[in-house]
């Protein structure tokens, strides 16, 4: 099947570096993406990694290594404002198959 | 840009009502995409359409389910008869497909409640 693996829930400080993994399904993929969302409102693409190596935006970088079917959100000097529901998504062919794993709850602590 | 379009935004109805859920996409975008989001299943793919064609349906959970995309501005995600396992929050997004990373926009969702 195409099934994404991702811890369920994270906690950290203020100003601290967090990392939330993910591994996948090899069959068919073709890239891995991160998005975020804030109390059920709408998911807001992060980043994309297609090529293995680090992707950096800002505050956030995220990982790709295909050999090993894994990647990371890396989100660096978390702020409050960072809680919120993170979500890799495998893309499975070109033509868009985008599927999502369960999310990790980032909670950020003063 | 109004970004993507959904409603009605809430729903409730009783259980073997039909219920129709409507998606506006972006405007130039030429794919569509429907989620179906719950705490135990999390973010599942319905189904996606490029240039209004259904491409993929397997994730449709049963026939009472069905998705139509008339044209490239429109798409109907319907429920008949509907029931209570079908609660959940209903995203749409869309994407222009082309080479390389294509994010996915999203509406706000429709909360559907089926009592």
């Known amino acids: 099947g195409q099934s994404l693996e991702q811890p369920s829930e994270v906690t950290a400080v203020e100003g601290a570096i967090v990392q939330i993994n993910c591994t996948y399904q090899t069959s068919g993929f073709y890239g891995l993406s991160w998005y975020q969302q804030h109390d059920g409102g709408a998911p807001t693409f992060l980043s994309y990694?297609?090529?293995?190596g680090l992707e950096e935006t800002g505050r956030f970088s995220s990982f790709l290594s295909r050999s090993d079917s894994y990647g990371y959100l890396l989100l660096q000097e978390l702020q409050m404002k960072d809680s919120a529901s993170y979500f890799c998504a495998a893309l499975y062919n070109q033509g868009g198959k985008l599927i999502f794993g369960q999310g990790t709850e980032l909670s950020v602590k003063p | 840009d109004a970004g993507v379009i959904q409603s009605p935004r809430h729903e409730v109805t009783e259980m073997g009502q039909e219920v129709t859920l409507r998606c506006k996409p972006i405007s130039g975008h030429n794919s569509l995409f429907w989620y179906r989001q719950t705490m135990m299943r999390g973010l599942e793919l319905l189904i996606y359409?490029?240039?209004?064609?259904?491409?993929?349906d397997s994730g449709m959970p049963e026939d009472r389910f069905s998705a139509k995309m008339p044209n490239a501005s429109f798409s109907t995600l319907k429920i008949q008869p509907s029931e209570p396992r079908d609660s959940a929050v209903y995203f749409c997004?869309?994407?222009?497909?082309?080479?390389?990373?294509?994010?996915?926009?999203f509406g706000n969702g429709t909360r559907l409640t089926v009592t």
């Open positions: 359409f490029n240039n209004n064609v259904p491409i993929d």
């Open positions: 997004a869309s994407t222009l497909l082309g080479e390389g990373n294509s994010p996915l926009h």
């Open positions: 990694n297609a090529l293995d």
